[in-house]
């Protein structure tokens, strides 16, 4: 009764709630369209202008003259110089930053900068460079008469009233051709990305094909950060930037709203007051961008605290009986775990009892593992990953990263020289055969803790190499679970420091080096900075077990 009354009383305040909410965001909807469009007309115009400029007569002579006429050089540069000083407004969204046109050999013949926003200068003879190698430039010779390459954002340092600041820009490049059709050079416009900015509404922002999102601060500056939305699944350029066709497409606009757990630790944090809104807009063929925005919900704050104020006294009594509840059964549960600890690590020593060398590995191993994983959780980077449950977890995990050997004949395991190339190759099949195992035992008794997950990965991703040429999937990178990435580099250590029957063990200092020698081939950076940080507290496991 009390539970169904808790969910009467939230339910008429959320339907407060969610008609509010449709409301307020048909309006961020019809904001972002706008800017859609806006962005669109700023490239269709742009685009217009570069090819109108490409279509001159006299563009047309000077190129059939090889740009040596210099009466149509000063008329060009007089017309870019008046290009360049243009300043937007209700006619004309759009300045340039620098025009410039180049020969076919990659050089500049003709280039007008306007490097303050005001005061644009024709840069003379002496000081124009060759651009043959260029992205924008190779690209740009490689299109047809349709084609326009369209450059990603790049910053440019500029220093402005004694301060150094970052200039953004965009470039959109054409191939030249002369009377004959035969293509002699590239003509570029390299756009203010501020001027594109200018043209959304205040909390707007830009998300680009190479995850950058780009805004405007209160003081007109561009701020850039570098953020990955894995729900937008848009199209990737190379890292330079696109060649398409110079025809704009329509294509069907994709739109929605990224929740709370995509704004966690991004952007900012995300609840039932705020969201981010998002539109897929696509001004030329070249650009795959999202337009997004900022959303608060200060007139839903009435409605929220409505449904908390409502609901808190039937929530708290729905919870006391839950805990009273949880109480009684939680011993047995944690009777259950144990239960379950015992007859896996069983298999353990199963393994041990096979192979002598293997029950002191093992518990250096899990140390070394530990000591790593506390090590690596100081970096930023895996500090919300690392915790101490996952620090206890890959302490019991590591026990089983071997336990494939038991299904190994003892004439390979414990063979007291080198493997020829199929002893090798069935021994590497340990880890399908541990995985596979842990995999049956998690399945067949339906097993949630996560050791035994992490277990698994261990088991069967240890001999992976950050490189992609280890063994037996050959994961690269990050493809490889973080706890597998750790423990790869803690059983190395071990076994270069243990001695075998067709080894001997080798000192601290040389398995240090070999681990620096295979960084970023058999082990990750971020692993091995942390290993070097700590390989004294390696060096002391080693010696007391």
Not at 145 to 169: A, F, H, T
């Amino acid at each position: 009764m009390i539970i169904l009354l808790a969910v009467a009383i939230y339910s008429s305040g959320k339907q407060i709630y969610d008609i509010e909410e449709q409301r307020q965001n048909g309006l961020e909807y019809a904001e972002l369209r706008s800017a859609d469009k806006s962005i669109k007309m700023f490239f269709s115009k742009t685009m217009h202008e570069l090819l109108f400029i490409r279509g001159l007569p006299d563009v047309e002579q000077f190129i059939d003259e090889d740009f040596k006429n210099g009466h149509y050089k000063d008329e060009l540069k007089e017309m870019f110089y008046d290009l360049a000083l243009r300043s937007y407004n209700k006619y004309c969204y759009k300045d340039y930053y620098e025009i410039t046109m180049i020969d076919d050999a990659g050089q500049e013949q003709i280039k007008v900068v306007n490097k303050n926003n005001k005061d644009a200068q024709a840069v003379q003879g002496d000081s124009l460079i060759n651009v043959k190698d260029k992205k924008y430039f190779i690209k740009a010779m490689q299109l047809d008469k349709y084609g326009v390459y369209v450059s990603q954002v790049k910053s440019l340092p500029q220093i402005n009233q004694g301060e150094m600041r970052k200039l953004y820009i965009i470039k959109l490049a054409v191939p030249l051709f002369n009377s004959q059709g035969t293509k002699k050079g590239v003509l570029v416009l390299s756009l203010y990305l501020s001027r594109i900015l200018d043209l959304l509404s205040q909390d707007m922002f830009i998300y680009t094909e190479n995850n950058k999102l780009l805004s405007l601060a209160p003081k007109g500056d561009i701020k850039v950060k570098s953020i990955d939305y894995n729900v937008v699944n848009i199209e990737h350029s190379d890292s330079d930037g696109h060649s398409s066709s110079a025809n704009n497409h329509n294509s069907e606009k994709e739109h929605g709203t990224f929740g709370k757990e995509v704004l966690d630790g991004q952007l900012h944090k995300g609840d039932e007051k705020q969201a981010i809104h998002y539109i897929k807009t696509q001004p030329l063929a070249a650009i795959n961008w999202i337009i997004g925005t900022k959303h608060h919900h200060p007139s839903l704050i009435e409605a929220l605290d409505r449904i908390r104020l409502l609901s808190i006294i039937s929530y708290i009594v729905i919870i006391s009986l839950i805990l009273f509840i949880s109480y009684k059964t939680v011993q047995k549960f944690i009777e259950l775990i144990d239960a379950q600890k015992a007859i896996i690590f069983s298999l353990v020593r199963l393994t041990e009892g096979r192979d002598p060398e293997t029950g002191a590995h093992l518990e250096r191993t899990r140390n070394y593992a530990v000591i790593l994983a506390k090590q690596l959780g100081k970096n930023d980077k895996y500090s919300d990953v690392i915790d101490d449950e996952f620090v206890e977890d890959i302490f019991e995990a590591a026990l089983l990263h071997d336990i494939g050997k038991v299904g190994i004949r003892d004439s390979i395991l414990l063979k007291d020289s080198n493997l020829n190339e199929i002893e090798y190759d069935e021994i590497k099949g340990h880890v399908k055969i541990g995985k596979e195992l842990l995999e049956n035992i998690i399945s067949k008794f339906n097993l949630k803790q996560s050791f035994l997950s992490m277990a698994k990965n261990i088991c069967a991703y240890h001999h992976e190499k950050y490189d992609g040429t280890g063994y037996l999937e050959g994961l690269e990178g990050e493809e490889i679970p973080l706890e597998a990435r750790i423990f790869a580099l803690c059983d190395v250590y071990d076994v270069i420091r243990s001695k075998r029957s067709y080894k001997e063990a080798l000192s601290h200092q040389e398995a240090v080096e070999r681990i620096k020698e295979g960084e970023n081939e058999h082990f990750d950076s971020d692993v091995v900075d942390a290993f070097l940080k700590c390989k004294d507290e390696f060096a002391r496991v080693g010696e007391e077990h």
